[in-house]
Protein backbone atom coordinates (compact mmCIF):
# COMPACT_ATOMS: atom_id res chain seq x y z
CA UNK A 1 0.00 0.00 0.00
CA UNK A 2 2.81 2.55 1.09
CA UNK A 3 4.93 1.51 -2.13
CA UNK A 4 2.02 1.78 -4.71
CA UNK A 5 0.89 4.90 -3.06
CA UNK A 6 3.92 7.10 -3.25
CA UNK A 7 5.21 5.88 -6.27
CA UNK A 8 1.87 6.36 -7.80
CA UNK A 9 2.25 10.36 -6.72
CA UNK A 10 5.42 10.49 -7.23
CA UNK A 11 4.94 9.61 -11.16
CA UNK A 12 1.90 11.66 -11.12
CA UNK A 13 3.56 14.89 -10.09
CA UNK A 14 5.69 14.56 -13.36
CA UNK A 15 2.87 13.89 -15.42
CA UNK A 16 0.43 16.54 -14.14
CA UNK A 17 3.56 18.84 -13.80
CA UNK A 18 3.50 19.29 -17.73
CA UNK A 19 -0.56 19.07 -18.25
CA UNK A 20 -1.39 21.17 -15.74
CA UNK A 21 1.25 23.98 -15.87
CA UNK A 22 -0.58 26.79 -17.66
CA UNK A 23 -3.63 26.19 -15.31
CA UNK A 24 -3.26 29.09 -12.42
CA UNK A 25 -5.04 26.76 -9.43
CA UNK A 26 -3.58 23.34 -10.17
CA UNK A 27 -0.27 23.13 -9.44
CA UNK A 28 0.29 19.50 -8.45
CA UNK A 29 2.59 18.13 -5.18
CA UNK A 30 1.04 14.97 -5.05
CA UNK A 31 4.28 13.35 -3.41
CA UNK A 32 3.99 15.14 -0.51
CA UNK A 33 -0.09 14.23 0.05
CA UNK A 34 1.37 10.80 0.16
CA UNK A 35 3.70 11.52 2.74
CA UNK A 36 0.58 12.41 4.68
CA UNK A 37 -1.74 9.37 3.36
CA UNK A 38 0.94 6.73 4.38
CA UNK A 39 1.68 7.89 8.11
CA UNK A 40 -1.17 5.81 9.63
CA UNK A 41 0.48 2.34 7.58
CA UNK A 42 3.65 3.02 9.37
CA UNK A 43 1.55 2.12 12.92
CA UNK A 44 3.91 4.65 14.63
CA UNK A 45 7.08 2.92 13.66
CA UNK A 46 8.73 6.65 13.33
CA UNK A 47 12.30 5.69 12.38
CA UNK A 48 10.65 3.41 9.38
CA UNK A 49 8.68 6.26 8.35
CA UNK A 50 11.07 9.15 8.26
CA UNK A 51 13.91 6.19 6.92
CA UNK A 52 11.32 6.50 3.99
CA UNK A 53 10.94 9.97 4.09
CA UNK A 54 14.35 10.26 3.12
CA UNK A 55 14.73 8.17 0.64
CA UNK A 56 11.12 9.97 -1.27
CA UNK A 57 13.05 13.36 -0.64
CA UNK A 58 16.36 11.78 -1.92
CA UNK A 59 14.44 10.78 -5.30
CA UNK A 60 12.66 13.68 -5.79
CA UNK A 61 15.21 15.78 -5.43
CA UNK A 62 17.43 13.70 -8.25
CA UNK A 63 14.57 13.47 -10.44
CA UNK A 64 12.65 16.70 -10.36
CA UNK A 65 15.35 19.46 -9.02
CA UNK A 66 18.65 18.04 -10.46
CA UNK A 67 19.78 18.99 -6.28
CA UNK A 68 20.55 16.62 -2.97
CA UNK A 69 19.65 16.97 0.19
CA UNK A 70 17.25 19.95 -0.58
CA UNK A 71 13.80 18.18 -0.83
CA UNK A 72 15.41 15.47 1.42
CA UNK A 73 15.02 18.02 4.71
CA UNK A 74 12.23 19.52 3.95
CA UNK A 75 10.44 16.09 3.49
CA UNK A 76 11.47 15.04 7.13
CA UNK A 77 10.32 18.85 8.64
CA UNK A 78 6.93 17.80 6.66
CA UNK A 79 7.30 14.46 8.48
CA UNK A 80 7.39 16.25 11.85
CA UNK A 81 4.66 18.39 10.86
CA UNK A 82 2.62 15.53 9.95
CA UNK A 83 3.49 13.45 13.39
CA UNK A 84 2.51 16.49 15.36
CA UNK A 85 -0.86 16.62 14.53
CA UNK A 86 -1.84 13.30 14.40
CA UNK A 87 -0.38 13.03 18.04
CA UNK A 88 -2.66 16.07 18.49
CA UNK A 89 -5.95 14.75 16.53
CA UNK A 90 -7.22 11.62 15.13
CA UNK A 91 -6.71 10.62 11.93
CA UNK A 92 -9.80 11.11 9.67
CA UNK A 93 -10.30 13.01 6.43
CA UNK A 94 -10.54 16.48 7.92
CA UNK A 95 -7.35 15.90 9.94
CA UNK A 96 -5.58 14.84 6.55
CA UNK A 97 -7.04 17.92 4.81
CA UNK A 98 -5.43 19.83 7.44
CA UNK A 99 -2.72 18.55 7.71
CA UNK A 100 -2.22 18.79 3.57
CA UNK A 101 -2.90 22.47 3.74
CA UNK A 102 -0.30 23.42 6.45
CA UNK A 103 2.33 21.10 4.52
CA UNK A 104 1.89 22.90 1.49
CA UNK A 105 1.90 26.30 3.05
CA UNK A 106 5.06 25.45 4.97
CA UNK A 107 6.61 24.04 1.74
CA UNK A 108 6.14 26.42 -0.31
CA UNK A 109 7.04 29.18 2.43
CA UNK A 110 10.33 27.07 2.83
CA UNK A 111 11.59 26.71 -0.55
CA UNK A 112 10.62 30.90 -1.02
CA UNK A 113 12.77 31.67 1.91
CA UNK A 114 15.45 29.97 0.83
CA UNK A 115 14.97 31.29 -2.33
CA UNK A 116 14.90 34.72 -1.39
CA UNK A 117 17.70 34.85 1.12
CA UNK A 118 19.91 32.22 -1.42
CA UNK A 119 19.37 33.11 -4.68
CA UNK A 120 18.85 37.26 -4.27
CA UNK A 121 15.13 36.83 -5.44
CA UNK A 122 12.86 40.06 -4.05
CA UNK A 123 10.65 39.39 -1.64
CA UNK A 124 7.16 39.61 -2.85
CA UNK A 125 4.14 38.38 -0.88
CA UNK A 126 1.83 38.68 -3.86
CA UNK A 127 3.46 35.85 -5.21
CA UNK A 128 3.89 33.73 -2.06
CA UNK A 129 0.74 33.49 -1.58
CA UNK A 130 -0.23 32.69 -5.43
CA UNK A 131 2.23 30.12 -5.23
CA UNK A 132 0.64 28.69 -2.29
CA UNK A 133 -3.09 28.93 -3.25
CA UNK A 134 -2.44 27.60 -6.61
CA UNK A 135 -1.25 24.62 -5.10
CA UNK A 136 -4.20 23.88 -2.43
CA UNK A 137 -7.08 23.16 -4.52
CA UNK A 138 -5.90 20.52 -6.75
CA UNK A 139 -3.93 18.76 -3.88
CA UNK A 140 -6.58 18.82 -1.41
CA UNK A 141 -8.71 17.03 -3.87
CA UNK A 142 -5.53 14.43 -4.51
CA UNK A 143 -5.75 14.36 -0.62
CA UNK A 144 -9.64 13.32 -0.46
CA UNK A 145 -9.47 10.45 -3.31
CA UNK A 146 -6.56 8.83 -2.49
CA UNK A 147 -7.55 8.86 1.23
CA UNK A 148 -10.99 7.68 0.46
CA UNK A 149 -9.40 4.77 -1.81
CA UNK A 150 -6.79 3.88 0.78
CA UNK A 151 -9.31 3.45 3.17
CA UNK A 152 -12.07 1.25 1.30
CA UNK A 153 -8.92 -1.08 0.46
CA UNK A 154 -7.58 -1.23 4.00
CA UNK A 155 -10.75 -2.05 5.54
CA UNK A 156 -11.25 -4.68 2.37
CA UNK A 157 -7.95 -6.21 2.79
CA UNK A 158 -7.86 -5.72 6.69
CA UNK A 159 -5.04 -3.64 6.60
CA UNK A 160 -3.61 -2.60 10.17
CA UNK A 161 -3.21 1.56 9.99
CA UNK A 162 -3.11 3.66 13.78
CA UNK A 163 -5.70 6.05 14.13
CA UNK B 1 33.94 16.53 39.47
CA UNK B 2 31.37 13.90 37.28
CA UNK B 3 28.69 16.50 36.75
CA UNK B 4 31.36 18.72 35.37
CA UNK B 5 32.67 16.26 33.14
CA UNK B 6 29.25 15.50 31.99
CA UNK B 7 28.95 18.93 31.21
CA UNK B 8 31.48 19.35 29.49
CA UNK B 9 30.72 15.95 27.68
CA UNK B 10 26.80 17.54 26.10
CA UNK B 11 28.88 20.83 25.43
CA UNK B 12 30.97 18.71 22.81
CA UNK B 13 27.86 17.11 21.69
CA UNK B 14 25.99 20.29 20.99
CA UNK B 15 29.32 22.24 19.28
CA UNK B 16 29.67 19.45 17.17
CA UNK B 17 26.04 19.08 15.72
CA UNK B 18 25.76 22.45 15.15
CA UNK B 19 29.03 22.13 13.21
CA UNK B 20 27.56 19.24 11.46
CA UNK B 21 24.67 21.02 11.01
CA UNK B 22 26.24 24.58 9.77
CA UNK B 23 28.51 22.28 6.89
CA UNK B 24 25.18 20.30 5.99
CA UNK B 25 23.51 23.67 5.35
CA UNK B 26 26.33 24.84 3.38
CA UNK B 27 26.47 21.73 1.46
CA UNK B 28 22.82 22.32 0.51
CA UNK B 29 22.93 25.95 -0.18
CA UNK B 30 26.23 25.23 -2.94
CA UNK B 31 24.21 22.57 -4.50
CA UNK B 32 20.81 24.61 -4.92
CA UNK B 33 22.60 27.73 -5.72
CA UNK B 34 25.10 26.26 -8.59
CA UNK B 35 24.47 24.26 -11.33
CA UNK B 36 24.90 20.97 -10.44
CA UNK B 37 25.72 17.75 -12.28
CA UNK B 38 24.21 14.66 -11.49
CA UNK B 39 26.59 11.59 -10.78
CA UNK B 40 26.25 8.52 -12.84
CA UNK B 41 24.43 6.60 -9.79
CA UNK B 42 22.21 9.85 -9.68
CA UNK B 43 21.62 10.05 -13.95
CA UNK B 44 20.48 6.43 -13.88
CA UNK B 45 18.35 6.95 -11.52
CA UNK B 46 16.78 10.20 -13.04
CA UNK B 47 16.70 8.26 -16.18
CA UNK B 48 14.48 5.01 -15.03
CA UNK B 49 12.04 7.16 -13.32
CA UNK B 50 11.63 9.24 -16.48
CA UNK B 51 11.05 5.98 -18.55
CA UNK B 52 8.58 4.78 -16.28
CA UNK B 53 6.90 8.17 -16.36
CA UNK B 54 7.27 8.62 -20.53
CA UNK B 55 5.38 4.99 -20.41
CA UNK B 56 2.98 5.92 -18.29
CA UNK B 57 1.86 8.92 -19.92
CA UNK B 58 1.65 7.50 -23.08
CA UNK B 59 -1.65 6.83 -23.31
CA UNK B 60 -2.81 10.03 -22.01
CA UNK B 61 -0.71 12.05 -24.56
CA UNK B 62 -2.52 9.66 -27.37
CA UNK B 63 -6.03 10.48 -25.82
CA UNK B 64 -4.93 14.35 -25.45
CA UNK B 65 -3.84 14.92 -28.97
CA UNK B 66 -6.32 13.11 -30.68
CA UNK B 67 -8.79 15.59 -28.95
CA UNK B 68 -6.96 18.22 -29.90
CA UNK B 69 -6.57 17.00 -33.27
CA UNK B 70 -10.46 17.12 -33.63
CA UNK B 71 -10.79 20.55 -32.42
CA UNK B 72 -8.43 21.70 -35.47
CA UNK B 73 -10.36 19.67 -37.67
CA UNK B 74 -12.78 22.40 -37.45
CA UNK B 75 -10.33 25.10 -38.06
CA UNK B 76 -8.94 23.32 -41.14
CA UNK B 77 -10.60 24.80 -44.27
CA UNK B 78 -9.83 28.52 -43.19
CA UNK B 79 -6.26 27.12 -42.76
CA UNK B 80 -6.24 25.40 -45.95
CA UNK B 81 -6.85 28.34 -47.64
CA UNK B 82 -3.86 30.63 -45.79
CA UNK B 83 -1.63 28.19 -46.82
CA UNK B 84 -2.84 27.79 -50.17
CA UNK B 85 -1.90 31.43 -50.32
CA UNK B 86 0.94 31.42 -48.77
CA UNK B 87 2.21 28.41 -50.97
CA UNK B 88 2.07 31.17 -54.16
CA UNK B 89 4.87 32.77 -52.77
CA UNK B 90 6.93 30.01 -51.58
CA UNK B 91 8.58 28.95 -54.53
CA UNK B 92 10.25 33.18 -54.90
CA UNK B 93 11.37 32.68 -51.50
CA UNK B 94 12.72 29.38 -52.41
CA UNK B 95 14.80 30.75 -54.89
CA UNK B 96 15.82 33.87 -53.46
CA UNK B 97 17.23 31.21 -50.35
CA UNK B 98 19.03 29.17 -52.57
CA UNK B 99 20.39 32.10 -54.67
CA UNK B 100 21.22 33.74 -51.13
CA UNK B 101 23.11 30.54 -49.77
CA UNK B 102 25.18 30.27 -52.67
CA UNK B 103 26.64 33.51 -52.62
CA UNK B 104 26.74 32.97 -48.74
CA UNK B 105 29.36 29.73 -49.91
CA UNK B 106 31.02 31.84 -52.09
CA UNK B 107 31.62 34.50 -49.89
CA UNK B 108 33.04 32.05 -47.24
CA UNK B 109 35.53 30.70 -49.64
CA UNK B 110 36.35 33.70 -50.55
CA UNK B 111 37.34 34.85 -46.81
CA UNK B 112 38.76 31.26 -46.09
CA UNK B 113 36.28 31.32 -43.21
CA UNK B 114 34.94 27.82 -42.27
CA UNK B 115 31.84 29.11 -39.65
CA UNK B 116 29.38 32.37 -39.01
CA UNK B 117 27.38 33.06 -35.91
CA UNK B 118 24.30 31.92 -38.10
CA UNK B 119 25.67 27.93 -38.48
CA UNK B 120 24.41 25.68 -35.96
CA UNK B 121 22.73 21.74 -36.17
CA UNK B 122 19.41 21.61 -34.70
CA UNK B 123 17.38 18.50 -33.38
CA UNK B 124 14.12 18.37 -31.75
CA UNK B 125 12.82 16.59 -27.75
CA UNK B 126 9.46 16.06 -26.52
CA UNK B 127 8.80 17.89 -22.89
CA UNK B 128 8.90 15.28 -20.56
CA UNK B 129 7.94 17.40 -17.38
CA UNK B 130 7.59 20.49 -15.64
CA UNK B 131 9.18 22.06 -12.96
CA UNK B 132 7.31 21.36 -9.88
CA UNK B 133 9.27 24.25 -8.00
CA UNK B 134 7.00 27.35 -8.48
CA UNK B 135 10.53 29.16 -8.40
CA UNK B 136 12.99 27.90 -11.16
CA UNK B 137 11.05 27.59 -14.10
CA UNK B 138 12.71 24.64 -15.86
CA UNK B 139 11.73 21.81 -18.51
CA UNK B 140 12.54 18.37 -18.67
CA UNK B 141 12.96 17.11 -22.15
CA UNK B 142 13.64 13.33 -23.85
CA UNK B 143 16.96 14.39 -25.45
CA UNK B 144 20.19 13.45 -23.06
CA UNK B 145 23.68 13.02 -23.37
CA UNK B 146 23.20 9.89 -25.80
CA UNK B 147 21.45 12.03 -28.66
CA UNK B 148 25.14 14.74 -28.48
CA UNK B 149 22.90 16.91 -25.83
CA UNK B 150 25.73 18.95 -23.69
CA UNK B 151 25.06 22.08 -21.77
CA UNK B 152 24.67 25.46 -22.96
CA UNK B 153 22.42 24.22 -25.83
CA UNK B 154 20.14 26.91 -26.54
CA UNK B 155 16.37 25.73 -26.93
CA UNK B 156 13.81 26.85 -29.24
CA UNK B 157 10.11 26.84 -30.20
CA UNK B 158 8.87 28.09 -33.67
CA UNK B 159 8.20 31.23 -32.12
CA UNK B 160 11.30 31.92 -30.55
CA UNK B 161 14.18 31.07 -27.96
CA UNK B 162 12.79 29.54 -24.85
CA UNK B 163 16.03 28.79 -22.92
CA UNK B 164 19.13 27.07 -22.49
CA UNK B 165 20.18 23.12 -21.37
CA UNK B 166 21.52 23.38 -17.94
CA UNK B 167 22.07 19.42 -16.98
CA UNK B 168 22.28 16.57 -18.74
CA UNK B 169 21.56 12.94 -18.04
CA UNK B 170 22.37 9.63 -20.27
CA UNK B 171 18.55 10.10 -21.90
CA UNK B 172 16.84 13.65 -20.75
CA UNK B 173 18.34 16.74 -20.44
CA UNK B 174 16.64 20.02 -17.76
CA UNK B 175 16.28 23.42 -19.74
CA UNK B 176 15.98 26.12 -17.38
CA UNK B 177 13.19 28.94 -19.34
CA UNK B 178 14.67 32.82 -20.09
CA UNK B 179 11.53 33.49 -17.82
CA UNK B 180 12.81 31.60 -14.29
CA UNK B 181 13.57 35.09 -12.10
CA UNK B 182 17.26 33.70 -10.92
CA UNK B 183 18.43 33.40 -14.46
CA UNK B 184 22.12 35.22 -13.77
CA UNK B 185 24.06 34.93 -17.40
CA UNK B 186 22.86 37.64 -19.46
CA UNK B 187 21.92 37.34 -23.33
CA UNK B 188 23.72 39.74 -26.14
CA UNK B 189 20.72 40.86 -28.40
CA UNK B 190 20.06 43.56 -31.50
CA UNK B 191 17.51 45.17 -32.13
CA UNK B 192 16.09 45.94 -35.57
CA UNK B 193 15.11 49.91 -36.30
CA UNK B 194 14.96 51.67 -39.15
CA UNK B 195 18.81 52.59 -39.03
CA UNK B 196 20.20 49.26 -38.68
CA UNK B 197 20.58 47.44 -35.42
CA UNK B 198 20.90 48.75 -31.89
CA UNK B 199 22.64 45.85 -29.38
CA UNK B 200 21.49 45.87 -26.10
CA UNK B 201 21.43 42.89 -22.96
CA UNK B 202 18.62 40.77 -21.82
CA UNK B 203 19.34 40.90 -18.48
CA UNK B 204 16.12 39.78 -16.25
CA UNK B 205 11.96 39.06 -16.16
CA UNK B 206 9.82 40.74 -14.40
CA UNK B 207 7.27 38.28 -13.37
CA UNK B 208 4.26 40.94 -12.90
CA UNK B 209 4.18 42.21 -16.29
CA UNK B 210 5.62 39.25 -17.79
CA UNK B 211 8.02 41.35 -19.86
CA UNK B 212 11.83 40.92 -20.45
CA UNK B 213 14.22 43.85 -19.49
CA UNK B 214 17.24 44.85 -21.80
CA UNK B 215 19.67 47.33 -20.46
CA UNK B 216 22.57 49.05 -21.99
CA UNK B 217 21.04 50.69 -24.95
CA UNK B 218 22.37 54.08 -25.55
CA UNK B 219 19.60 56.94 -25.03
CA UNK B 220 20.48 58.59 -28.44
CA UNK B 221 18.94 55.31 -30.13
CA UNK B 222 15.45 55.88 -31.13
CA UNK B 223 13.57 52.63 -30.93
CA UNK B 224 9.62 51.91 -31.80
CA UNK B 225 8.00 49.85 -29.82
CA UNK B 226 7.32 46.27 -32.24
CA UNK B 227 10.91 46.44 -33.08
CA UNK B 228 12.30 42.79 -33.38
CA UNK B 229 14.89 41.34 -30.91
CA UNK B 230 17.31 38.67 -31.63
CA UNK B 231 20.33 37.19 -30.72
CA UNK B 232 23.54 38.48 -31.67
CA UNK B 233 25.39 35.37 -31.70
CA UNK B 234 28.17 37.17 -29.28
CA UNK B 235 29.42 35.01 -26.64
CA UNK B 236 29.55 31.26 -26.72
CA UNK B 237 26.11 29.85 -25.99
CA UNK B 238 23.31 31.33 -28.60
CA UNK B 239 23.63 31.67 -32.23
CA UNK B 240 22.75 34.99 -33.81
CA UNK B 241 19.19 35.54 -35.28
CA UNK B 242 17.46 33.61 -33.52
CA UNK B 243 13.78 35.58 -32.61
CA UNK B 244 13.28 36.61 -29.07
CA UNK B 245 10.67 38.70 -28.49
CA UNK B 246 9.04 42.39 -29.83
CA UNK B 247 10.08 45.51 -27.70
CA UNK B 248 6.59 46.80 -25.73
CA UNK B 249 7.69 49.70 -24.10
CA UNK B 250 11.06 52.11 -23.92
CA UNK B 251 11.69 54.00 -20.52
CA UNK B 252 14.98 55.59 -18.93
CA UNK B 253 16.75 53.87 -16.70
CA UNK B 254 17.20 55.19 -12.46
CA UNK B 255 19.75 57.77 -13.60
CA UNK B 256 18.71 59.17 -17.26
CA UNK B 257 22.20 57.88 -18.56
CA UNK B 258 20.49 54.41 -20.99
CA UNK B 259 17.34 53.01 -22.29
CA UNK B 260 15.69 51.09 -20.02
CA UNK B 261 13.53 48.51 -22.66
CA UNK B 262 10.76 45.89 -22.08
CA UNK B 263 10.17 43.28 -24.69
CA UNK B 264 7.26 40.56 -24.90
CA UNK B 265 8.27 36.76 -26.08
CA UNK B 266 6.09 35.33 -28.32
CA UNK B 267 6.34 32.14 -27.07
CA UNK B 268 4.01 30.97 -24.92
CA UNK B 269 5.62 29.57 -22.05
CA UNK B 270 2.76 27.79 -20.36
CA UNK B 271 2.50 25.37 -22.77
CA UNK B 272 5.37 23.62 -24.41
CA UNK B 273 5.18 20.57 -25.68
CA UNK B 274 7.94 20.67 -28.17
CA UNK B 275 11.11 22.11 -28.55
CA UNK B 276 14.69 22.49 -30.72
CA UNK B 277 18.09 22.37 -29.31
CA UNK B 278 20.70 24.06 -31.68
CA UNK B 279 24.61 23.46 -31.49
CA UNK B 280 26.48 25.88 -32.69
CA UNK B 281 28.69 24.87 -35.18
CA UNK B 282 31.98 26.65 -34.17
Known amino acids: MIVIVSSLSFILDGILSRYLYSSTFFLPLFTIVSLIIIYPYFNNHYDKYFRYLMIIGSLYDIVYFNTLFYNFFLFILIGFIVGFINYLLSNNLYTNIL ?5 IVFYRFATYIFMVIFKNFNFDINILIKSIYSSLILNIIYCIIIYLITEIYSKKHKIVRSK | MYKK ?6 NKIIIISIFIFCIIVGFI ?18 DSVLTVQKIISYPIDLVINKIT ?8 YDEYLN ?5 ANINHYKLENEELKEELKEMKKLLELNNTLHDYIQFNAVVVNRNLNYWNDTITIDKGEHDGVVIGMPAV ?9 ISTSTFNSTVRLITATDVVEKISVKIQTEDGYVYGILSKYDNETKTHIIEGVSLTDKIKNGSIVTT ?3 GDIFPAGIMIGEITGVRTDTFDLSNVLEMKSKVDFDSINYVTLLKRNL
Open chain 2, 157 to 165: VGTGLIGKV
Open chain 2, 29 to 46: INVVITNRQLTIFEKAIK
Open chain 2, 5 to 10: HKKDKR
Open chain 2, 69 to 76: ENKEKDKM
Open chain 2, 232 to 234: TGM
Open chain 2, 83 to 87: LKQEI
Open chain 1, 99 to 103: ITSVS
